[in-house]
Every structure is written in structure tokens, then in C-alpha cells.
């Protein structure tokens, strides 16, 4: 099986495990940035064993200073996307924030061809416009029942920004997972990012300890189920496929995250969201069958 392949076969599983972040989130009910820094922190964890294993071990000996320093930098980019998207749930659906969140690829269209030159079509322009309308219907679309109005809008806006940001550090990732293996860059990814958020909360006073049982069942199955599979796979797959593909697989991740919350935690999607999410995921899915898929030669 080529490299092209196999990270092929690891966008499905990833989608199913994102799909739940939201709905953990939801669960856990934490501080966004306390959740943020756990999300991490715990994932970090859960890499200590296989960075410890002597292959891995070589390789991020193996790294030098200026890729520690570059991953570090991208880094705080993803951490600030967690801030954006947790605290984006506190203020409207899920539904909305992961539709929302889940316009990564056009944003990745758009900067992809200015930071790593990879040409956007002109049919591709026009099908991002189709989708930048479906992002204005969600984002001023009716909050849900009983919300106030700027409430939605804010946690909208911010759901948004998070795309951009998660957007920017796909970008980054694609250029540095060609040259970095995956397991030493995901363990540097979460350990600097847990010292990052650690840095803000301890100017900020964030609780990070005193949390309840439920809290902590959340956060736990936040960092390992979307956090530590979820994003490795996706990162794994960003190896070795363009980085507008990838981000444009995790369109599953808002119906899968809707379907949840409507299971889960009984919260129906508007009817200004389900429309405004399918322009969103049409839209997409047309620039991705235009676009060709280009391999590049990278070793776990």
C-alpha cells in the first residue's frame, strides 16, 4: 500500500473521532482555556510512551533547533484555534460552530496559493463564494431558543476566526510534516502548546484543577479521542496529501458533530444552519473533485 493510500485510509476514522470533539466539550463544561491546556496536556500524555520507544526517540533527537522553533510557532496558532472554537460553544449551537469551523478549506484555498503556491482555479473562486454565502446565512442566522442575538453572532464570529487559524496552521503543517516524522512532531505540537496555554493561564488565574468528576471524564475524552487519534491521523494524512484535500475531509466533521448533538444532548440544528451547511459542504466538495491530489514522499 503506498503512503498516498494509507493516508487516504486514515481520514475516515479521523472524521469520526473530531466529530465528537464538540459534544466533549459540551460535556465537560470547562474554563475554554482550562479545557484547551488539558486537551493538549493529555494528549502530550498519551505520546510519552511512544516517544519513548528508541526509533522515535532518534528521530526527534534527530530534529534541529529551527524545526523545534517552527513547530512551537505553529502551535500557538492551533492553541488559539481551541480557544476560539471551545469558547465558540458557549455562545451558539453546534451545529452552527462546527459548520462554521468546518470553512477551513476555503480559507486554506485562499492562503494556499499565496504561502505555499498551490493555484486556486478560477471555477474554484466562484464555488468559495458560493460557500462564503453560506457562511453569512449561519452566521446571522436565529440563535437557538432562548440565546440572545449577540451571543449567536459572537460565538459565530469566533467559530469563523477558528477556521482561519485552524486554516493557517494546516498550511504550516503540510510544509513541516515533509520533513519532520509524525509522532515527534505531534508530541513537540502538544508540549509546546500545553507550555503556551500554560504561560496565558498563569497570567490569566484560569482554575485548571478543581473541576468535577464529569469535568474531568470530558477533558479526558477530549484529549484522547479527537485530540490525540483525531488530529494525528489528520496530520499523518497532510504528510503526504495536499493540505487543501485534508482540511476539505473534514467536512464530515459538522454532520457528524449535528447528528451528535442532536443524540446526545438534544439540540436541533435551525433550519438557517442545515441550509447555510449544505451550500457550505457542496460548494467545498465541488473544488475538491476539480483539484488534483499530488503525493509527496514522506516516512512515518
Do not use: D
Not at 2 to 12: C, E, G, K, N
Not at 48 to 69: D, G, K, N, S
Not at 113 to 123: A, F
Not at 253 to 274: D, H, R
Amino acid at each position: 500500500m503506498t503512503l498516498q493510500s494509507r493516508a487516504r485510509l486514515a481520514l475516515l476514522p479521523a472524521v469520526l473521532a473530531v466529530s465528537s470533539s464538540a459534544i466533549f466539550v459540551r460535556f465537560a463544561a470547562a474554563p475554554p482555556i482550562g479545557a484547551a491546556f488539558w486537551r493538549g496536556a493529555i494528549a502530550g500524555l498519551a505520546f510519552l510512551p511512544l516517544i519513548c520507544y528508541p526509533h522515535f526517540f532518534r528521530q526527534l533527537c534527530a530534529m534541529t533547533r529551527r524545526e523545534f522553533v517552527l513547530i512551537a510557532l505553529a502551535t500557538t496558532v492551533i492553541a488559539t484555534h481551541q480557544i476560539c472554537f471551545i469558547t465558540s460553544l458557549s455562545y451558539t449551537s453546534v451545529a452552527a460552530c462546527t459548520f462554521l469551523t468546518s470553512t477551513q478549506p476555503i480559507f486554506t484555498a485562499l492562503l494556499g496559493g499565496i504561502l505555499i503556491r498551490e493555484r486556486v482555479s478560477t471555477r474554484s473562486l466562484l464555488f468559495i463564494l458560493g460557500a462564503i454565502a453560506g457562511m453569512a446565512i449561519i452566521t446571522f442566522s436565529e440563535p437557538v431558543e432562548g440565546a440572545p442575538v449577540e451571543h449567536a453572532l459572537k460565538g459565530n464570529l469566533l467559530a469563523l476566526l477558528a477556521a482561519l487559524l485552524a486554516s493557517l496552521y494546516t498550511l504550516a503543517a503540510r510544509r513541516l510534516r515533509q520533513k519532520t516524522p509524525l509522532v515527534p512532531f505531534m508530541f513537540t505540537v502538544h508540549v509546546s502548546g500545553t507550555i503556551f496555554l500554560g504561560l496565558i493561564i498563569a497570567i490569566t488565574g484560569v482554575n485548571l484543577t478543581q473541576y468535577s468528576s464529569q469535568t474531568w471524564t470530558g477533558l479526558i475524552l477530549l484529549g484522547l479521542i479527537p485530540t490525540f487519534i483525531g488530529h494525528s491521523l489528520l496530520t499523518y494524512s497532510v504528510g503526504h496529501m495536499r493540505a487543501f484535500v485534508v482540511n476539505a475531509s473534514i467536512l464530515g466533521e459538522p454532520v457528524g458533530a449535528t447528528l451528535m448533538a442532536a443524540l446526545f444532548l438534544n439540540e436541533a440544528a435551525s433550519w438557517q444552519t442545515l441550509v447555510g451547511g449544505a451550500i457550505i459542504i457542496a460548494c467545498i466538495l465541488f473544488i475538491v473533485l476539480e483539484r488534483e491530489v499530488q503525493p509527496s514522499p514522506v516516512e512515518m
